[in-house]
C-alpha cells in the first residue's frame, strides 16, 4: 500500500508560482516514476507532468517551459515547481504511482490532492 501526501497548493495571482510537494509512503520510492495530474471543475483529469526513475521528464505542452518536475529520493518527495502560472491552470492537482500489486496486476494510487487557483 503506497499513500501519497500533497502540499503546496494555495490562491496566487496570474503570473506568480507555486511548488507542489507529494511525499510518498512506503519503499522502493526511487525505483518507481511519479506524475502529477490535475482537473479543473467540468473537466477531465489529465496529466501534467512525470518523471521516471532515472529522472527523465515528460511535460504536457500546456505547461512546457513553465512547470518543472523534480524529485528527491532520500526525502520520498516528488515536486512540481509551477511557474508564470496563467489562470487556466487553476485546478486539483494530484500526485500519482502506479505499482505492481501481483503478478499480473498494476494499481494505481493517487493522493487526496491539492487545490490551485490563479487570479486574474
Known amino acids: 500500500q503506497v499513500q501519497l501526501v500533497e502540499s503546496g497548493g494555495g490562491l496566487v495571482q496570474a503570473g506568480g508560482s507555486l511548488r507542489l510537494s507529494c511525499v510518498a509512503s512506503?519503499?522502493?520510492?526511487?525505483?518507481?516514476?511519479m506524475g502529477w495530474y490535475r482537473q479543473a471543475p467540468g473537466k477531465q483529469r489529465e496529466l501534467v507532468a512525470t518523471?521516471?526513475?532515472?529522472?527523465?521528464?515528460n511535460y504536457a505542452d500546456s505547461v512546457k517551459g513553465r512547470f518543472t518536475i523534480s524529485r528527491d529520493n532520500a526525502k520520498n518527495t516528488v515536486y512540481l515547481q509551477m511557474n508564470s502560472l496563467k489562470p487556466e491552470d487553476t485546478a486539483v492537482y494530484y500526485c500519482?504511482?502506479?505499482?505492481?500489486?501481483?503478478?499480473?496486476?498494476?494499481?494505481?494510487?493517487w493522493g487526496q490532492g491539492t487545490q490551485v487557483t490563479v487570479s486574474s
Open positions: 500519482h504511482t502506479n505499482r505492481q500489486t501481483g503478478p499480473l496486476r498494476r494499481t494505481d494510487y
Open positions: 512506503g519503499s522502493f520510492f526511487s525505483i518507481h516514476a
Open positions: 518523471i521516471t526513475s532515472g529522472g527523465s521528464t
